[in-house]
């Protein structure tokens, strides 16, 4: 089992920068597949990136591709996801989610697939 804590959420203008940090406790983040969601008020969690295990392969959605990036520091135990170029519509809560399992591309970007999440932290990019 392992237990995610999410920090680095903030307030921010369009344009800037945030990273978040997922921290995790038991095993290392390079036995899980890692993954970043969003929920936005009044949508649906939606998928923003993901890391497999061992940090062979990330994948990202269409939205913050070229702007996000996500990296694991096993050193930490640390998941970091790097976000530039914020616009509002990035506005949301932020969560990590694990999986011990190796996840196809596909299944990683979808949220039934996690069974370990954090408690979320917000992000608010002002316009």
């Known amino acids: 089992q392992v237990q995610l804590v999410e920090s680095g959420g903030g307030l921010v203008q369009a344009g800037g920068s945030l990273r978040l940090s997922c921290a995790a406790s038991?095993?290392?983040?390079?036995?899980?597949?890692m993954g970043w969601f969003r929920q936005a008020p009044g949508k649906e969690r939606e998928f923003v990136a993901a890391?497999?295990?061992?940090?062979?392969?990330?994948v990202y959605a269409e939205s913050v591709k070229g702007r996000f990036t996500i990296s694991g520091d096993n050193a930490k135990n640390t998941v970091y996801l790097q976000m530039n170029s914020l616009k509002p519509e990035d506005t949301a809560v932020y969560y990590c989610g694990a999986d011990s399992d190796y996840l196809h591309i596909a299944a990683m970007r979808s949220s039934r697939y996690y069974d370990y999440w954090g408690k979320g932290t917000q992000v608010t990019v002002s316009s």
């Open positions: 038991g095993r290392t983040v390079s036995s899980y597949t």
């Open positions: 890391i497999s295990r061992s940090g062979g392969s990330t």
